[in-house]
């Protein structure tokens, strides 16, 4: 019975297990990971010797530059999209990322009387607002595109999933198949997380959550705690970034699954170092002694500590199924006749 299961798991191999991933999510991700660490690079390192560069007038250069950092963190995460055969795989980066091109462009039309253009900046800062603007516009048009185009295609057979009739496989089998409603192929996590994580996951995800949504929507309200001068427009771009970086979290605890994640995994670290790096070089800017203060250094520890701890149990439990292989490898062949287990049938 033991082979027939192995046969069983291995039936469906190289089919995808879930919504093929579209080549437009691959070139978008692409396109937006180069510019994100360009600008991003760009917008970061200006801050940190103390030039504003934001396509917005700013009272301070450090939200600018969070922004920026943020965005050059997440960019090599960007690039490994291409890897992934499947939607499922990336979807708690992918949507996210919707989020900051449609959520910045929104904020930056908004608030166009903000623009450096508007105000009458600088040259370079006026044309850098007004192309700004532009390839959020495209970006993030492309990207409701490309999400659409995505939904509108059809989900693959699971790959655990063995011929026949759906959900036929082992119920209990991680990265099998179980019967769903009416049926349906429901994909067993490979590597689910375990409970200790959740509660912590889940204050994490929504504390970004919250701020998020509170910066967008009352940005004079909320504006007014951040614990360093912002205006309407830096309120309201940083709350982009939280509410995706809250959706991201969320995300990943809603997956359960490690290696769904792995992308969401690579970015998460490094949008908390880039963040980190900003805020200590900025440090006399922030009122530390606050609640916003503390709860801002919670919020980003519990970033990191999230991205570090995510690498560790995935590489735990790959470790594991390279041992578990490997056994199987090294396993003697049953005898020709023998059964398995007692009690198994042919």
Same mark, same amino acid.
């Given at each position: 019975?033991?082979?027939?299961?192995?046969?069983?798991?291995?039936?469906?191999?190289?089919?995808?297990?879930?919504?093929?991933?579209?080549?437009?999510?691959?070139?978008?991700?692409?396109?937006?990971?180069?510019?994100?660490?360009?600008?991003?690079?760009?917008?970061?390192?200006?801050?940190?010797?103390?030039?504003?560069?934001?396509?917005?007038?700013? *009272?301070? &250069?450090?939200? =600018?530059?969070?922004?920026?950092?943020?965005? $050059?963190? @997440?960019?090599?995460?960007? %690039?490994? /999209? #291409?890897?992934?055969?499947?939607?499922?795989?990336?979807?708690?980066?992918?949507?996210?990322?919707?989020?900051?091109?449609?959520?910045?462009?929104?904020?930056?039309?908004?608030?166009?009387?903000?623009?450096?253009?508007?105000?009458?900046?600088?040259?370079?800062?006026?044309?850098?607002?007004?192309?700004?603007?532009?390839?959020?516009?495209?970006?993030?048009?492309?990207?409701?595109?490309?999400?659409?185009?995505?939904?509108?295609?059809?989900?693959?057979?699971?790959?655990?999933?063995?011929?026949?009739?759906?959900?036929?496989?082992?119920?209990?089998?991680?990265?099998?198949?179980?019967?769903?409603?009416?049926?349906?192929?429901?994909?067993? *996590?490979? &590597?689910?997380? =375990?409970?200790?994580?959740?509660?912590?996951? $889940?204050? @994490?995800?929504?504390?970004? %959550?919250? /701020? #998020?949504?509170?910066?967008?929507?009352?940005?004079?309200?909320?504006?007014?705690?951040?614990?360093?001068?912002?205006?309407?427009?830096?309120?309201?771009?940083?709350?982009?970034?939280?509410?995706?970086?809250?959706?991201?979290?969320?995300?990943?605890?809603?997956?359960?699954?490690?290696?769904?994640?792995?992308?969401?995994?690579?970015?998460?670290?490094?949008?908390?170092?880039?963040?980190?790096?900003?805020?200590?070089?900025?440090?006399?800017?922030?009122?530390?002694?606050?609640?916003?203060?503390?709860?801002?250094?919670?919020?980003?520890?519990?970033?990191?500590?999230?991205?570090?701890?995510?690498?560790?149990?995935?590489?735990?439990?790959?470790?594991?199924?390279?041992?578990?292989?490997?056994?199987?490898?090294?396993?003697?062949?049953?005898?020709?006749?023998?059964?398995?287990?007692?009690?198994?049938?042919?």
């Amino acid at each position: 019975m033991s082979d027939l299961r192995r046969q069983a798991a291995t039936a469906g191999a190289g089919r995808p297990d879930g919504r093929e991933l579209s080549p437009g999510i691959v070139v978008l991700s692409a396109v937006v990971g180069g510019i994100s660490l360009t600008i991003g690079a760009l917008l970061a390192v200006a801050s940190l010797f103390g030039y504003t560069a934001g396509a917005w007038v700013s *009272p301070e &250069a450090l939200s =600018p530059g969070l922004i920026g950092a943020a965005m $050059a963190g @997440v960019a090599p995460a960007l %690039f490994t /999209i #291409g890897r992934a055969r499947v939607w499922e795989d990336v979807r708690s980066l992918v949507l996210p990322l919707v989020i900051v091109l449609v959520g910045l462009f929104a904020v930056s039309v908004l608030n166009g009387g903000s623009l450096q253009a508007a105000k009458g900046g600088p040259l370079f800062l006026a044309l850098f607002s007004l192309g700004w603007v532009a390839t959020l516009g495209l970006l993030a048009l492309g990207a409701v595109g490309c999400l659409a185009a995505q939904y509108r295609g059809r989900a693959g057979r699971a790959s655990g999933a063995p011929a026949g009739p759906a959900g036929s496989a082992s119920p209990g089998r991680a990265g099998g198949v179980a019967a769903g409603p009416a049926g349906a192929a429901r994909r067993q *996590p490979v &590597a689910p997380m =375990p409970d200790w994580s959740k509660p912590p996951l $889940a204050v @994490v995800g929504s504390g970004w %959550f919250g /701020i #998020g949504a509170g910066l967008l929507a009352f940005p004079d309200f909320w504006g007014a705690l951040v614990p360093w001068t912002v205006n309407r427009a830096d309120a309201q771009g940083l709350g982009v970034w939280a509410l995706a970086l809250g959706v991201g979290v969320l995300g990943a605890l809603a997956e359960d699954d490690l290696t769904r994640i792995r992308p969401a995994l690579r970015a998460v670290p490094a949008v908390a170092l880039a963040l980190g790096a900003l805020l200590a070089v900025h440090s006399r800017d922030v009122d530390w002694a606050s609640g916003p203060g503390v709860s801002l250094i919670a919020l980003v520890t519990g970033l990191l500590v999230t991205g570090l701890s995510g690498h560790w149990l995935l590489a735990r439990t790959t470790r594991a199924s390279g041992a578990d292989a490997d056994a199987e490898r090294n396993e003697p062949p049953a005898p020709a006749g023998a059964k398995a287990h007692p009690g198994d049938d042919a």
